[in-house]
Every structure is written in C-alpha cells, then in structure tokens.
C-alpha cells in the first residue's frame, strides 16, 4: 500500500510540482528591505545597484544571503521592485531554510523564485527539486522538476 501511495505521490510531484508550507509565520511584504554588504555599486542608467561579498537582506523574519544581489528600484526610484541573488543563495523564514544556485525576490508581488538545485530543510525533513516558487504571503512554496524527498516515520 506504502509503495502505491509513494508512486502516485511521486507522479503528482513530477507533473504539477509539490506544494508545501514555508515560514512559520506570514510574512509581511510591505515591511522595509534591508540589505547588508561588503561594496556597493549604482548604476544611474538602470537603476539598479549592485551589492557584494557577504549580502544580507532582511525583512521581517525573512533572511537571504548570497555574494552578489543586483536589486532593480522601482521606476519612481521610491523602493525596490525585485532582487536577483546569485552564486549560492539561502533563505531562511522562522525555522525553515532553503538554499538554491540563484533566487530572485520580487518584492511588490511578494514573490520569490530559487531555481538550481534547490533544497528545501523543514525540521528533520528535507526536500530537493529544480526549483522552487514561494508565496511569502500564503506562506507556501511550490516545488518543480524532480521532487525527490525522504519521509521519516514515526519512530524516527
């Protein structure tokens, strides 16, 4: 019966991606963004500045770290319309954490989408895939690609 279950299960992740919780608390995306970093470099023409070595971004409760974030402003240039982090990203939401090759964060929408070798840590349970799609306001993620997981039964 086990087996039957985890195929279906297995098949569904292949076919629409697997949604699970994120964050143990909504996060609130009209909350300032505060980013930390080593240098700094703007570009007037695009609007965009460049943040490197040791970036962090706060807001909230929401934590992402990664080498190099480029955030686009908004037209107006009165906030931040979406961040683009590369070079190893994690992401850390109350007592989960998820780590990606790049993530960009796009702030208004209050979207953020980790794409290469995701891996996604809730507690004792881990999960990988492609990438991975967060709603931060839901407080949902959705994994696609290859969705491949381990269940720990109740005795472990």
């Known amino acids: 019966?086990?087996?039957?279950?985890?195929?279906?299960?297995?098949?569904?992740?292949?076919?629409?991606?697997?949604?699970?919780?994120?964050?143990?608390v909504?996060?609130?995306?009209?909350?300032?963004v505060e980013v930390s970093a080593d240098s700094l470099s703007v570009s007037q023409s695009d609007g965009s500045a460049l943040f490197t070595g040791n970036v962090i971004i706060g807001?909230?409760?929401?934590?992402l770290s990664a080498p190099r974030v480029l955030v686009y402003y908004t037209e107006n240039q009165t906030g931040v319309d979406r961040l683009e982090a590369t070079g190893g990203v994690t992401l850390v939401n109350?007592?989960?954490a998820a780590e990606a090759d790049t993530a960009e964060y796009e702030v208004n929408r209050g979207t953020i989408r980790m794409v290469g070798n995701v891996l996604l840590t809730?507690?004792?349970?881990?999960?990988?895939?492609?990438?991975?799609?967060?709603?931060l306001e839901a407080g949902t993620a959705l994994m696609n690609g290859r969705v491949r997981t381990v269940f720990q039964s109740g005795d472990n």
Do not use: K
Request: aromatic letters at 6%; a negative charge; hydrophobic letters at 40%.
């Open 122 to 135: 809730q507690g004792a349970n881990t999960l990988v895939s492609d990438s991975m799609d967060v709603d």
């Open 94 to 96: 109350g007592d989960q």
């Open 59 to 63: 807001q909230g409760e929401m934590r």
């Open 1 to 24: 019966m086990f087996t039957v279950v985890a195929i279906a299960f297995a098949t569904l992740a292949q076919a629409q991606g697997t949604e699970v919780a994120f964050g143990t």
């Open 26 to 32: 909504q996060q609130d995306t009209s909350l300032p």
